[in-house]
């Protein structure tokens, strides 16, 4: 089993920056791909970035692409979402995910999920 700890959401302002952070309590070959999707209220979830361990490859969905910056720290077992120009239509739950492959993220599979951290961005 893997938990995840997400947390570092908030109110922005349009324009403003964020980062979210995911603490997984370990590394197993089970939970090579870490990511992030996001709900807003009346959406189906969606994927927003996804890592892998291993080689540190990176995934985003178009709307954040340019915007949004995912990465890693092997050591704290901890990945980050820095979140830049932020768009009221960034506004949800946030929640990190983990998965054996980066695929099943891409699919918006995800073996373990965190609690989830609210972004608003005001405009």
């Known amino acids: 089993q893997v938990q995840l700890v997400d947390s570092g959401g908030g109110l922005v302002q349009a324009g403003g920056s964020l980062r979210l952070s995911c603490a997984a309590s370990r590394r197993t070959f089970s939970s090579d791909a870490m990511g992030w999707f996001r709900q807003a209220p009346g959406n189906e979830r969606e994927f927003v970035a996804a890592?892998?361990?291993?080689?540190?490859?990176?995934y985003y969905a178009d709307s954040v692409k340019g915007r949004f910056t995912i990465s890693r720290d092997n050591a704290k077992n901890t990945v980050y979402l820095e979140m830049n120009s932020l768009k009221p239509e960034d506004t949800a739950v946030y929640y990190c995910?983990?998965?054996?492959?980066?695929?099943?993220?891409?699919?918006?599979?995800?073996?373990?999920w965190g609690q989830g951290t609210q972004v608003t961005v005001s405009s």
């Open positions: 995910a983990a998965d054996q492959r980066v695929g099943a993220l891409l699919r918006g599979i995800s073996a373990y």
């Open positions: 890592i892998t361990w291993s080689l540190g490859d990176t």
